[in-house]
């Protein structure tokens, strides 16, 4: 979502905020699922879930 976008954010939405770092020699891409609530937005993750780190030699 752009901070130009017209979407009217209604609960229970979904949509997924993605970061990307990006260097010569390394990339990393961390992606959040998140849901409208009525008071705000709710990440998507639940206590004590984990991100698993991928290394892939090119």
Known sequence: METISEYTLQPNMTFQ?????????FGL?????????ESG????LNTGSHM???????
């Open 17 to 25: 905020a993605d970061t990307f770092f990006v260097t010569k020699d």
């Open 29 to 37: 891409r961390r992606e959040n699922g998140l849901r409208v609530t």
């Open 41 to 44: 937005a709710a990440e998507m």
């Open 52 to 58: 698993d780190l991928i290394e892939i030699d090119c």
